[in-house]
Every structure is written in C-alpha cells, then in structure tokens.
C-alpha cells in the first residue's frame, strides 16, 4: 500500500529566506504528484501537478521536481513571504489512472515570520 | 469562480441520525472523490465515482454510502451518524483525460470542506 511521508512536520522560517519541503513514497509505480496548500480550516488549494513523465513544474515563486525511481518530491518556495503561511500537502496518484484517488502525506505546518 | 461547493461549512448532529453531505462542481469533470481528514491521521479517501452512477470504495468506506445521479453532484450519506464520524469531510474532482477546460487532467480540485460534529 502507497505510503506518503513529508519532512519536515513543522517548518519556521524568517521572511525572505529559500526553502524546501519535502516529500517521498513508497511505490515508485505513480500517475502523478501533487501539491497543495491548506490554510486553517479551510479546504486544499492545488499549487503544482506533476505528471509521472514529468520532472519538474514551476508556478511563480513555486518549483516541484519530482523524481520517480527514488520515490520524492520536493516542492522550493523562492524569497518566502508571512502570506505563504499554511499547511502544505504532498498527494500522489495512483496507477489507476488517476481515477482512484489520492494517497496524502501528513503535511509540512509552514510559518513564516515577518 | 466558484468551482466545487459543498453544501455546508459547518454541520452538527446527533447520533443514529442519517446524514447527507451534498458537493457539487461546475468544471464538467468526470472524476469525484470524498476525503475526510482527521489531526494526526491526515486524509482519507472514502469513495469515489467515475462515472454517473458508478462508485468505488476509498480506503475508509465503512459506515458510509455515496450517490451519484448527476455528473455534477456527489453525495456522502452516513446511513446512522456515530461519534467517530466526527470530521472535516471534503470533497474533489478531476477531469481524468484529454483536455480539461480546468487545470491539468487529473489535477484535484477541491472544495471549502465541511467540518461535522456528531454529538
């Protein structure tokens, strides 16, 4: 059974700095992988897909790469800022084609200081 | 630009009661799914459809069903509510092939959540 594991848990960081999150798997055999951002009590918002061909995708100050046969993901957040403040999740699609669902790791609770 | 709603943000109920948790998308996706995230345990995937009328058990199914009878709707019904079924329960869609008029097929999009107290 897939398994989604994400380092580090908690992350606080001052504005302005580079940082990265992580996130690895268990079975390699994965349709895509995706990475969302959750604020507190609130639903996911999806940040970045990479589909399985895929190495890497970028969205402004965001990169995911994604490297399959070792079984991670990172995902790189540029120049931080307090509004990227959040729950950050890693997901990974299965080989069903991606009609079955996700598998979710914990998350990374970022915080941002000002 | 509202994409996929679910019909309540809160919800309280008692126990033995029969609950319906309604979700609704506009992006003509042919994929849904309901999660239910829970402190400590993360998300959990509890049913899915890929089709209208079809449906498939997540890996939580237990003490819950689904209906699909439109493409844009997905309902969980917790037949008889029980205090572990407390939760956030959220709800996703996809688009599984060709191009999607919303996001990369297969990307997930979801809604705002419904927090559910069974008391």
């Known amino acids: 059974k897939q398994e989604v594991t994400q380092i580090p848990a908690a992350l606080s960081v001052p504005e302005g700095e580079n940082l990265v999150l992580n996130c690895s798997f268990t079975d390699s055999a994965i349709y895509n992988l995706q990475w969302f951002r959750q604020d507190p009590g609130k639903g996911l918002t999806s940040l970045l897909l990479i589909q399985s061909s895929q190495r890497e995708q970028t ?56 | 630009d509202v994409k996929v709603t679910q019909s309540s943000r809160y919800l309280v109920k008692r126990t033995g009661e029969k609950v319906f948790l309604e979700c609704v998308q506009d992006m003509d996706h042919e994929n849904m799914f309901w999660y239910r995230q829970d402190p400590g345990l993360g998300l959990r995937l509890i049913y899915f459809s890929y089709d209208v009328k079809m449906k498939e058990k997540g890996d939580i199914p237990e003490g819950y069903s689904v209906s699909r009878e439109k493409k844009e709707r997905f309902s969980l019904i917790l037949e008889s509510a029980s205090t572990n079924q407390t939760s956030m329960y959220l709800c996703a869609s996809s688009q599984p092939t060709g191009l999607a008029a919303w996001g990369s097929y297969n990307e997930q999009f979801f809604g705002p959540g419904t927090r559910l107290t069974v008391l």
């Open chain 1, 59 to 114: 969205s402004g100050r965001l990169n995911a790469s994604l490297d399959k046969s070792s079984g991670r993901s990172t995902l790189y957040i540029a120049a931080s800022q307090p509004g990227d403040s959040a729950t950050y999740l890693c997901a990974v699609g299965g080989s069903g084609g991606g009609a079955d669902g996700l598998t979710f790791g914990k998350g990374t609770h970022l915080i941002i200081q000002p």
